[in-house]
């Protein structure tokens, strides 16, 4: 195998204050509000919302393969090459820059290219989980693009993606894929007890009820990472609903706390890229934010977990 062709070695944990990037930051939540509600459009319905979400790729993000009438596409945001790149399964391919442009900009480009694609897809254009919610057509306030700032949030995915998708493997019970909800700009993986839950409250700005009623429709122990709040942004855990006890466990490592606002233990993300061994730390944090809620709400984790190097123990199978 050569190695000709090597991206440039970049930080595993890239560093990225929240301040320096806000601009961009709030321009590309907009963008994959557009593309993702696009999926939204077209991909059946899935339990919890499952077919909404974005997923981590090896160069941004991408919707995965969408169906629509005649096959599928797919749209991926390049934050190595800086194109949102739209491709079907007929073979043809359309691309936006990813540029300084305005979010009205940005959704007439990618209308016009779908449509291009033969792609028709109704969706709300109006985003959905933040107080002031402009129509994406009038939004020309959010127009930044820094291609450095892009670059190093998705090797602030890609390493969480990574430690995320480990934890996953833990867990033979119902869990999500390790997925980016568009929403609330999260990377989230999802654990399920088995259990039904209690209708959810609702009340996130510019979302109905009843959608937050699907995503919380069974009892469960979520983990993620936001690129949100001071520092570097935050990894998290709650559960839903929150059992007696959760908030007074002790959750690993040194520098994670417990919210009471947000009801949910976080760990800013510097304190894991500074840490001796950061993967290490992450899992720390993501092993016991889940046992806090798997203690303190009697899941049946006999039933519910498993070794994942188990192959490994016995020398793997053959590859």
């Keep these: 195998m050569t190695q000709s062709n090597r991206a440039p070695s970049a930080p595993a ?17 907009m963008w994959t509000q557009i593309v993702g509600k696009v999926r939204l459009a077209l991909a059946p319905m899935v339990n919890h919302w499952w077919q909404v979400p974005l997923y981590v ?15 599928l596409f797919d749209a991926e945001f390049d934050f190595l090459g800086h194109r949102l790149h739209l491709r079907s399964s007929t073979g043809r391919e359309r691309e936006v820059a990813l540029e300084p442009k305005s979010v009205a900009a940005f959704y007439a480009e990618t209308a016009a290219a779908l449509r291009d694609l033969g792609v028709d897809a109704g969706i ?15 939004d020309t306030e959010h127009a930044s693009y820094d291609p ?23 867990f033979t019970g119902k869990s999500s894929p390790v997925h980016f909800f568009w929403g609330a700009m999260d990377l989230a993986l999802t654990r399920f007890s088995g259990r039904t839950a209690p209708p959810h409250p609702g009340g996130v700005p510019n979302c109905a009820d009843w959608v937050m009623v699907e995503a919380y429709s069974h009892e469960l122990s979520s ?16 559960a839903y609903p929150e059992p007696d006890g959760f908030a007074q466990h002790p959750v690993g490592p040194q520098g994670a706390y417990y919210d009471r606002g947000l009801g949910e233990f976080l760990l ?15 899992l720390e944090f993501l092993q016991s934010g889940y046992e806090a809620a798997a203690v303190n709400g009697h899941w049946d984790r006999a039933s519910l977990e498993d070794d994942s190097d188990r192959w490994a123990a016995d020398g793997g199978p053959a590859s």
């Design 124 to 138: 709300m254009p109006v985003p959905v989980e933040v107080e002031r919610a402009v129509p994406f057509a009038e």
């Design 223 to 238: 983990c993620g990472f936001w690129p949100g709040g001071a520092g570097e942004g935050s990894f998290y855990c709650y």
């Design 57 to 71: 790729s090896a160069r941004g993000l991408t919707t995965s393969a969408v169906p629509y009438e005649g096959g």
């Design 268 to 282: 800013p993300y510097a304190e894991v890229r500074q840490a001796p061994d950061p993967d290490a730390a992450l």
């Design 148 to 170: 450095d700032h892009a670059q190093r949030f998705l090797g602030q995915l890609v390493a969480a993606h990574r430690v995320m998708s480990r934890f996953r493997s833990r």
């Design 13 to 29: 944990w890239p560093a990225l204050e929240v301040e320096e990037w806000t601009p961009t930051r709030d321009t590309l939540h």
